[in-house]
């Protein structure tokens, strides 16, 4: 993740201290969400966010689904009693957060029973939805369960999100789930995927947002996995427009007294866009960000280092679009045993990728920020792990 308002906006937020341990000139105040999590000494020591998919279920049909849910329960999810000893792994392991994923997660129904049991551990649980089931019934489970944070994810405003969802009222819905969760005070925050069809609605995002007093948006760049495509993705130019917009749209919400915390996900080519940014608008700045954007090391620490991902099965993979490389099985060794093993050679040169890159992102001068950024998207464009990112844009 790239913090587009503590980078270029110069606004701390929540998870600034798993994302950029120390600043240059002192610590980076913890939030309460993560009051006792020790800041590792290098970003290459962290724990990781581990994305729980608990379900392949849906009740959505979305054109980028990156695990092909559907209707139907997967015939071999991980069991109650299961999860609570993967949990239990988990805690003893010290995750910072495990992410509550799918399918859509509220379709599970033990959902709120194996949060609850995470909460109790001192796993940090965290919500990824569509929002669409959050009735106010609901929205007060989530809060009393424990969810340090609900992220609902939208792919546009109203026709073009139901579009992209595949169901007609799919917007209205997850409308009415943001609401419902800032009645009972449910942290909650917007996901969007951006695409070629919806990135020219990121103004209206943003209208949003500050309309509805939503604190918190992630904007997740497109990875090729399950449904989601490469000709769905923005070219290099419209890439560049959408971050422009990002960060002009956060800097003014936030000059304006807006606590705003905004986020893009999934291509750390943007942390070098917005210290180039910088070098222009303020160079003494700029390399202030550049130190905690070197320390963090983007991709580098990333897929099978800072985050993780255990499907419904149990199968580990070293993020949620890479389900097609799995590194075993929490049914027959612990997740914390099979993320530690660098026995398997893909395992070990994601946890040591910078001298395996090729291509430009071999001699690349901003490769301590970006890291080689996501290396399944390079692996699904040129079937080699270690190739360039076909999204950089730089």
Sequence with gaps: ??????????HSTT???????KEHGGSVAHSHHFKGHATAKAASERRPVVVWNISKRCNLKCIHCYTNSDC??????????EGKVLIDNLAEFKIPALLFSGGEPLMRPDVFELAAYAAGKGVRPVLSTNGTLITKEVARKIKDTGFIYAGISLDGVKETNDLFRGVNGAFELAMAGFRNCREVEQRVGLRLTLTRQN???LHKIFDFLIEEKIPRACFYHLVY????KSSDDLSHEETAKALDIICSRTKSAIESGIDLDI???????DGVYLYKK???EDPKRAEKMRELLEWNGGGANSSGVGIGNIDWEGNVHPDQFWQDLTLGNVRNRPFS?????TSNEMMAGLKNRLPLLKGKCKECKYLKMCGGSLRVRAFRVTDDPWQTDPACYI
Excluded: C
């Design 263 to 269: 986020l893009t996900v999934d291509n750390h080519v």
């Design 72 to 81: 139907n329960v997967a015939e071999n999810e991980l069991s109650f009693e």
């Design 1 to 10: 993740m790239i913090n587009i308002s503590r980078i270029y906006a110069d």
């Design 199 to 201: 990135f020219l609605d």
């Design 225 to 228: 996995s399950g449904r989601g």
């Design 337 to 341: 045993e099979i993320w530690q093993d």
């Design 15 to 21: 998870g600034d201290p798993l994302r950029y341990g």
């Design 278 to 280: 910088l070098l222009k």
